[in-house]
């Protein structure tokens, strides 16, 4: 089939790389967000996916809207059998739903209908959920509503990060896409609609959902913290200073480790070798911190460079 691939970030590649070498498929453009500005020397950089399109010649449009009249006019002239869409990052409007003649196919990163919305994965860690998946569905007006065509599982380790789980998702959900495709081209495979039950959704992240809240059972500090590893990073506030937090260790209160008893939330213990943070419960041992403008460095580095001692609170 000619397809027509619309993704953006590092987790879409895969998927964008499985189509290009399959013998069955051609991809015939490329739809990635616009370049965007990003790290420290503030370069206007291609998305990952534009990258890869450009090393293959595949034509790449960058529109700020799909609403733009001209994305229509291009997807007119691609003339797609099926447009494909990983982590794009924008919805497509109802009025290019029905161009290509397969519709839009979406590899999204949980079982549906379990974690709809932005951040699957993320919302699958912070909620303790021991599986997670990807699922391959068509594209409807709703958000992450349509009928599935495919579905696959993976565990999620007490100590995976949400860039373990999407990195390991976005290999698995490559050959996922394309055997769905595959099966579409056959006139093999039809979706079945989601179930009612067991909807729950997952928003986009905001800078202020990955604060970390000291207050909060240890069990739950972990997963929040590891929900926001990588991005957007989870953090706490140390005076007027932002410190973005690695994952953490839970430890129990008689830890023989822990120079005191009895942390209050927020409140660090130091040791030559360790910080550890209290929480609602019991405590957790600091894993990396990176300070504003600084690389990320272990905690008792950090804790020894800023002189930081038993008491201290973090907000």
Known sequence: MHIVFAGTPEVAVPSLRALIDSPDHEVVGVITRPDAVSGRGRKVMRSPVGLLADEHGIEVITPRRLRDPEVTDVL??????CAAVVAYGGL???ELLELPTHGWINLHFSVLPAWRGAAPVQA??????????????????????GPVYGVLTETIAPTDTSGDVLARLAEAGAGLLVRTLDGIAAAELSPVPQPADGVSHAAKITVEDARVRWELPAHIVDRLIRAHTPAPGAWTALDDARIKLGPVVPVSADDPALPVAGLAPGALAV??????VGTGTTPVRLGTTQPPGKKPMPAADWARGARISDGTVLQ
């Open 76 to 81: 007119r002239r691609w003339n797609p059998d």
């Open 271 to 276: 040791t030559k070798k360790a910080v550890f």
């Open 92 to 94: 497509v409007p109802p």
């Open 124 to 145: 699958a860690i912070a909620a303790g959920d021991e599986v997670t998946g990807a699922s391959t569905f068509r594209l409807e007006e709703g958000l992450d509503t």
